[in-house]
T-cell receptor, first 114, second 113 residues
Framework: EAQVTQNPRYLITVTGKKLTVTCSQN?????MSWYRQDPGLGLRQIYY???????DKGDVPEGYKVSRKEKRNFPLILESPSPNQTSLYFC?????????????FGPGTRLLVL | SQQGEEDPQALSIQEGENATMNCSYK?????LQWYRQNSGRGLVHLIL?????REKHSGRLRVTLDTSKKSSSLLITASRAADTASYFC?????????????FGKGTKLTVNP
């Protein structure tokens, strides 16, 4: 089944404790991205990747890191999480560039930073 | 930068009625997409319309695009309770390319049985 998977689905952590949210897609998509969704603010793009080893900042990249060492995986790293990073996070992928193609979304990761 | 803005923020209708949601954006685009999200779940793609297209249909969905007014509308005909969800428009980034996808804040649609 074609899908985007994210792990973990739910995470409670404390300020400053490094964490990684994994994202994997099995559709051989070139484009992958991360979004955060907050009440009243909609979805905002954090980082995106056009292909392996090619990443770029979205609208809200501060406090996040990403890497794209393999085509299928695009982990989101929070080196020192803070309470303002409490949010619902979505990974997405598409065959071509984000604006031109259908985005396939993962189920989301709900993060709470205490 | 927030590109698309949906209107209204919330819409409540009865089953069988039509639902119309609007999206306005600020700068030129190459493509506009509509997505649907059931509460707290991942978004699901509905329709992509390119800047040289004016209208597109998919089942009970009809999307229009008016580039002169920088606006799009999503019409759901003969709505069902299962259409209850949030609907988002998304546009290419406002920097001329299509690398970035910028979402609006969404319209929350409630269809009452």
């Amino acid at each position: 089944e074609a899908q985007v998977t994210q792990n973990p689905r739910y995470l409670i952590t404390v300020t400053g404790k490094k964490l990684t949210v994994t994202c994997s897609q099995n559709m051989n998509h070139e484009y992958m991205s991360w979004y955060r969704q907050d009440p009243g603010l909609g979805l905002r793009q954090i980082y995106y990747s056009m292909n392996v080893e090619v990443t770029d900042k979205g609208d809200v990249p501060e406090g996040y890191k990403v890497s794209r060492k393999e085509k299928r995986n695009f982990p989101l790293i929070l080196e020192s999480p803070s309470p303002n990073q409490t949010s619902l996070y979505f990974c997405a992928s598409s065959l071509g560039t984000g604006g031109q193609e259908t985005q396939y979304f993962g189920p989301g990761t709900r993060l709470l930073v205490l | 930068s927030q590109q698309g803005e949906e209107d209204p923020q919330a819409l409540s209708i009865q089953e069988g009625e039509n639902a119309t949601m609007n999206c306005s954006y600020k700068t030129s685009i190459n493509n506009l997409q509509w997505y649907r999200q059931n509460s707290g779940r991942g978004l699901v793609h509905l329709i992509l319309i390119r800047s040289n297209e004016r209208e597109k249909h998919s089942g009970r969905l009809r999307v229009t695009l008016d580039t002169s007014k920088k606006s799009s509308s999503l019409l759901i005909t003969a709505s069902r309770a299962a259409d209850t969800a949030s609907y988002f428009c998304a546009t290419d980034g406002d920097q001329g390319g299509s690398e970035k996808l910028v979402f609006g804040k969404g319209t929350k649609l409630t269809v009452n049985p």
